[in-house]
Every structure is written in C-alpha cells, then in structure tokens.
C-alpha cells in the first residue's frame, strides 16, 4: 500500500470521510469512534470473567474480602460474562448505527461528482468510450467508496487500540515472553496478509477487466438489438459475450482459490502462536505458576485477538480492493474536460440570433482537417443551408456551433460575440437542435418533449405537439401523452420521434435553429410531412439546415456548398442550379433517384390495385 497513487487515492477520500459543510456527519464519526473504543474497553472484560468462572468452578478463585460472597459465584460469573458480551456487542450496533448514514453520505456525493463530471466531459470523450464500461466503473467504485470510508475511520485505529491493550495485560500479568510471541504472531500474520494481498489484486485487477469486457459487450449487443436480429447474429453475439465471461470465469476462479490459500496460511500463523502460547501456559499451570483459568484466559484472549487479526486482513484486503475498484472513477474525475468555460466568461447576450463562421479551421485529428478556412454568416431570421458530399463537414459546423469543440483556427459568433467567451449554459439554451437520429429517454412522450423546458405548462405541451404535428397521432393512443415510448423511443417510429424532437425544440423556443440532416433517414412521404412541421418552427428564427437531400433545402435564403472542408459554392437553388456545378450535379442524382422511387412506387400501387380488382366478384 504504499504505492504513491494508493496515498492519492485515499487523500482524495478525505473530504468524503470528513465532509467539511456536515457538522453533523463529523459528529456521528467521533460518537462512533468513541462507542467503539468504549466497546473494546469492555471486551477486555470478557476473558476475566470466563476465567473468574473456571477459577470459581475449580476452587483456585480467591476471593477479596471487600467482594460479596454472591457477586462470585460460578453462576454469576457466568451471568457476567455473558451480559458483558450483550453490552459489547450493543455498542458495536450503536456505532455501525451511528455510521450508516456518513458511509451513505460519501457514496452518495462522490456518485453524484462523478455523474456530473460525466456530463462535463466534451463529446470527444463519450464517442471514444463505450457506455457499458463506464457504468460498471460507477457502479463498482460507488460499492467501494463505503468500504474504505468504513474501514479506514472506524476500524484501522481501533484494531491497533486492542492489540495494544492486549499487550499490556499480557506484559503485565504473564510477562514479556507472551508478549513477544503475540508480536511475533501479529508481524508475522500481518506481513503474510499484506504480500498475499498484494498477489491477489492483480487477479482481482483482471476479474474486473473480464467483467467490464463482459457487461460492454451485452450492453452493446441489447442496444442493437434489432440490428443483430437483421442479420441473424444472435449466436455470433451470444459467443463473443459467453469468450468475455469465460476470461472472467478463469480470472474469478483464480480470486476465489487464492483467498482460500490467504486464509490457510493465516490459520497456519495464527494457529502456530496459539499453540506456543498455549504450550507456555499449560506448563506454567503443571508448575503451579498458574491457575487453570489462567489457561482459559489466555486461550480467551488469543481467540479474541483472532477477530481484529482477521479483521486487519479483511481491512486491508477490502481497502485495497475498494482502492482497485475506484482507481478507475478517480481517473475519470481526473479528466479534464476538452471544452471549458473561460474564467470570465458571460451569459450569451440574443438580440437578433446572427450566426457566423469566420475563417474556421478544425480536425478531429491534426492528421485529418475537416474544415479548411471556412466562412459564412447566417443574418438573423434567415435560413442558411449547408450541403455537400458525405464527410466534407457539414455535422462538424453543428458541434462547432453549440461549442462541443473548440475551432483550431477562426471564429464562430452570435450577434458578434465569440461562442468560446460566453458560459456554455446561455450558449446551448439559445439554439434548438432537431438531429438525424432522434434518441428519446425511456420515458413518456410529455416527459421527452418537455425536456425542451421542464417547467412547461400543460396547455404549452399540447400547443407544441399540435405545432409539431404529432397532436392527433397522441390523441390516438391509449394512454395518450403519457405513453411510455421504450428504450432510445423504439416503441415509436422514425416520423413519429423527429416530431416529438420537434416539439421539444418548439417547446424550448431558441432564437436560434440547427437542422442537422433531420429528414434524412425518413421516407419521401414521412420526409414532406416532416418538412412542413420544420418550416413552422423555422419561421422567424435564424437557421441552419444540414441537409442530405436538397429537396429540403430550395427554399433557403442561401445554399452553402462544401466539399473537402472548403466552400465551394453559395448562392440560391436557382442561382447553383443555373451554374451547373457541383449543387447541380448533386441535384439531378437525387432527383432521378426521387423520380425512381416515385416510379416504383405507382408500379407497386397498381400491382396492388390489380390485385384488388381480380379479387373482385362478378356481377351480372
């Protein structure tokens, strides 16, 4: 344990264990602390009375003339002994009490950082990591907070506390030879727990790799459910995850033998002590030095001292496996965000909602640009669309715009102020995102669209629906407004999600819009009625459409075409059109793709209508 980063760790703890702003959490940590030491105190009775017992029993109890005759008597000696361990053990209670609700504090407050620090944390890093592995890594480093906490405060002292009281009463009643052989038991049992400890963190590092691998890849599997269904994979997925779990079958099998072989060793150890000790008091008894209650006592008192020798392998075992387990989530608070608030930064001031990209230059990977100096301004109410080949940048102007990156050259502004000197809060609050892939909580359809503005009025969620389109399709279902739509809304189609995506961004009322590709992955038929929904909410609010298919996009102020990071063409559709570019080109593809579809659908149509027709009865 003396590995630097475990010393980190446990500082980073600190104010966990020892919350500053809870006065009151303080004082249920020395109250317990002060019940356990009282609790050892009386523990240190518990052998005196079992040997005034056997010594009264035997008839070598000498009783003082100032002790009534009754109080040492075997049966209430007895009495004693026993009442002595209900009230040692009440105060233990009384402590673990006492403590539950410091221990819950921590876990609570370093999950709730963690969660926050999750969200702070810039796009980059979330498209990198899978979600399965990063909820194990909370769920497990939460378990081991209350661990350590518990251990490192209420345990760690005390335990030094009893062997320390140990030693004493056996120095002074015994002499220095029982101390010395309880030392030498201690060191030696403490050294063997400490090493074998130390081997089986190592396992224990590996069981929880095969175990995050595991849970990622069923995690991974069940969130494209569909998709394995599509191709038939359920015994490829259910292979790969059953290989994880076979890595962590191995690497659990190793945990749970090399515990059995900690365990022997330390009975070997404490077992060896125990008999030397043992062997020197039955030889002091058959030399008359002692009494045969002197040989239970200090059987007692070995078998006592057996509960905190395990306890402090059981301690340090657990604080360094706690310390394994939430080495992870403190690397994770230690990343720093990508994208933060200037230290002076102020709430985005909207005026108008003019957008502008000067001069922009940025890359995912400096290998890689993406946008070579790009430039364009976005006047307020007006509709400025962005379009080009797959690749040439069009989602990064988006992730520019609500700042989840930070340009490596150039500026982007609103209404003239630059988006990295204002908070990202007033920045994110004053634009409006309908995205390709609409992703809805499991919840209900008034919880997702009122995620636009959470203290919506009830008449202000139906208005936005009603604007959204989507009004008589709620109106349909049975539990209406408060139908739960599934995981990511796959109880819902297409159509139906990028209008609940619309109505929560009617419903937020942003004076700016960002359109990104929002009718791409629908149908032709889904994609007009879609497209008059958006038109609506784009009326009087600055603009920007990201788009796939142009047919969405004619009746922009301005058409921005990019191909390899730069702009290569601007102007309206007929202006692009006239010029016969690469907007023109682009055009007549989709067009004679769109006029294809049509085609197949009037063949389909009539296929069906003949259908109908031959099914249809003669009649004279």
Known sequence: ?????????????????????????????????????????????????????????????????????????????????????????????????????????????????????????????????????????????????????????????????????????????YGWAYVLVVALTVVAYTWFTVWASDWRIAIRREMNDSDTEANTKAIDSLLNFETVKYFGNEAMEAERFDRSMARYEQAATKTWTSLGWLNFGQGVIFGLGMLVMMAMSASAVSRGEQTVGDFVFINAMLIQLSVPLNFIGF???????????????????????????????????????????????????????????????????????????????????????????????????????????????SLRHAIGMVPQDTVLFNDTIAYNIRYGRVDASEEELETAADLAQISGFIARLPDGFDTMVGERGLKLSGGEKQRVAIARTILKAPPVLVLDEATSALDSHTEREIQSALDKVSQGRTTLVIAHRLSTVVNADEIIVLQDGLIAERGTHAVLIAQGGLYASMWDRQREASEAEERLRAVRESDELGIVERKRPYTV
Do not use: C
């Open 315 to 425: 301690i340090y075992r657990e604080i360094r496996q706690g310390l394994t387990d939430i080495e992870a989530m403190f690397r994770l608070l230690g990343v720093k965000p990508e994208v933060v608030d200037a230290a002076d930064a102020n709430a985005l001031r909207v005026d108008a909602g003019a957008v502008e990209f000067r001069d922009v230059h940025f890359a995912y990977d400096p290998a890689r640009p993406i946008l070579k100096g790009v430039s364009f301004k976005v006047p307020a109410g007006k509709t400025i669309a962005i379009v080009g080949p797959s690749g040439a940048g069009k989602s990064t102007i988006s992730r520019l715009l609500y700042r989840f990156y930070d340009p490596q050259g150039g500026q982007v502004l609103i209404d003239g102020q630059d988006v990295r000197d204002v908070t990202q809060k």
């Open 1 to 173: 344990m003396q590995n630097p980063s475990t010393f980190k760790t446990l500082r980073d703890l600190w104010p966990y264990m020892w919350p500053r702003d809870r006065h009151d959490l303080k004082m249920r940590v020395v109250w317990a602390t002060v019940f356990l030491v009282i609790a050892k105190l009386v523990l240190m009775a518990v052998p005196y009375f079992f040997k005034w017992a056997t010594d009264a029993l035997s008839g070598d109890f000498v009783r003082p003339d100032w002790i009534p005759a009754l109080l040492i008597a075997p049966v209430m000696l007895v009495i004693g002994y026993n009442v002595v361990r209900i009230v040692q053990n009440g105060f233990n209670q009384l402590r673990d009490a006492l403590f539950a609700s410091v221990g819950q504090h921590a876990v609570r407050q370093l999950a709730y950082k963690t969660f926050v620090h999750m969200h702070e944390l810039s796009l980059r890093f979330h498209l990198e990591r899978r979600t399965g592995g990063l909820s194990r890594i909370i769920e497990r480093g939460t378990k081991g907070i209350e661990a350590i906490v518990r251990f490192t405060i209420l345990n760690s002292i005390p335990t030094i506390f009893e062997f320390a009281l140990t030693a004493i009463i056996f120095a002074v009643a």
